[in-house]
């Protein structure tokens, strides 16, 4: 089954960190570029960051620069975001995503909850 | 950064109308626009591409249009699997953004 499912989310306090895993399957992971996109509760979707297939290319929101960082392993098909100094204003659902040049993502993850709060 | 403007912010309509959403950009962006569609609960679901290309899979009652500033998300005759939250998106340069969203509700 073609599908990606996200994994690491929780609850952490102010100032934490947290690194969450987007397993890949039944798709050739390598071939496509990837994001995250965060959608707080009762909010619109927000884009996060981006990577292309060889980690050539980076791309983050200005509201994460410097603080969360998107990585992957092909040969593990995995796409990963670590989150440090969390802030109150980082507590949504994270969603991976699959993309292509013309859009950001075809095939989307269930959805990670996190949580920042003390 | 692009910010995209959705119209309206909700609507309400009944199984059978035509539905029209639109979305502008703050500045020229081509075709790279896309449309996505969001349950409660759910992941968003791409709909549509490059402005106009349906995505495999979605229904033709979906359709998009539009180049440069304005597009439209049309919904021909709505089904009671529609009433959902719908998403523009741009793809045209960094960063990404999206617009703020259109509830579409049962009357």
């Known amino acids: 089954e073609v599908q990606l499912v996200e994994s690491g989310g929780g609850l952490v306090q102010p100032g934490g960190s947290l690194r969450l895993s987007c397993a890949a399957s039944?798709?050739?992971?390598?071939?496509?570029?990837m994001s995250w996109v965060r959608q707080a509760p009762g909010k619109g979707l927000e884009w996060v960051a981006y990577i292309t297939t060889t980690s050539t290319t980076i791309e983050y929101a200005d509201s994460v620069k410097g603080r969360l960082t998107i990585s992957r392993d092909n040969a593990k098909s995995s796409l990963y975001l670590q989150m440090s100094s969390l802030r109150d204003e980082d507590t949504a659902i994270y969603y991976c995503a699959r993309g292509s040049g013309s859009f950001l993502g075809d095939l989307w993850g269930q959805g990670t909850q996190v949580t920042v709060s003390s | 950064d692009i910010q995209l403007t959705q119209s309206p912010s909700s609507v309400s309509a009944s199984v059978g109308d035509r539905v029209i959403i639109t979305c502008r950009a703050s500045?020229?962006?081509?075709?790279?626009l896309a449309w996505y569609q969001q349950k409660p609960g759910k992941a968003p679901k791409l709909l549509i591409f490059d402005a106009s290309t349906l995505q495999s899979g979605v229904p033709a009652r979906f359709s998009g249009s539009g180049f440069g500033t304005d597009f439209t998300l049309t919904i021909s005759s709505l089904q009671p699997e529609d009433f959902a939250t719908y998403y523009c998106q741009q793809a045209n340069n960094f960063p990404y953004t999206f617009g703020q969203g259109t509830r579409l509700e049962i009357k």
């Open positions: 500045q020229g962006i081509s075709s790279w």
């Open positions: 039944g798709f050739t992971f390598r071939f496509y570029s």
